[in-house]
């Protein structure tokens, strides 16, 4: 089983950068999505970033220009860089995984943003606070 543990939550001032970071271990198969999803109490969760297998990214437009998602799989680490912080950015950021179909084109969870196909592991998350 893929497991994945974030690092990298801290409190910052309005404008600042953090850089979250993911360890992963395990078999991550070789057509895959991981992804940065964040959550607020009382919130649904949204999905901040997505990339697969093949570097193909995804951003939610409330992050686009501000957040860049990448990986280093030799390293076995997922990063969320993330600039231009505002407080409505606040919540816990947990990274996860999913198998994916190996055509990225198929009509049923080939891409990542897919919102029918869910994550399968995930992290424990880490705290960003961000204070105006």
């Known amino acids: 089983q893929v497991q994945l543990t974030e690092y990298g939550g801290d409190s910052v001032m309005a404008g600042g950068s953090l850089r979250l970071s993911c360890v992963f271990s395990?078999?991550?198969?070789?057509?895959?999505?991981m992804g940065w999803i964040r959550q607020l109490p009382g919130k649904n969760r949204e999905r901040v970033a997505g990339?697969?297998?093949?570097?193909?990214?995804d951003y939610a437009d409330s992050v686009k220009g501000r957040f860049t998602i990448s990986k280093d799989s030799a390293k076995n680490l997922l990063y969320l860089q993330m600039n231009n912080l505002t407080a409505s950015d606040s919540a816990t950021y947990r990274c996860a995984w999913r198998p994916r179909p190996a055509d990225p084109a198929s009509p049923f969870c080939g891409r990542c943003q897919d919102l029918r196909c869910e994550y399968n592991r995930w992290g424990q998350g880490t705290q960003v606070t961000v204070s105006s």
């Open positions: 990339i697969d297998s093949d570097g193909v990214v």
């Open positions: 395990g078999d991550t198969h070789s057509h895959h999505c």
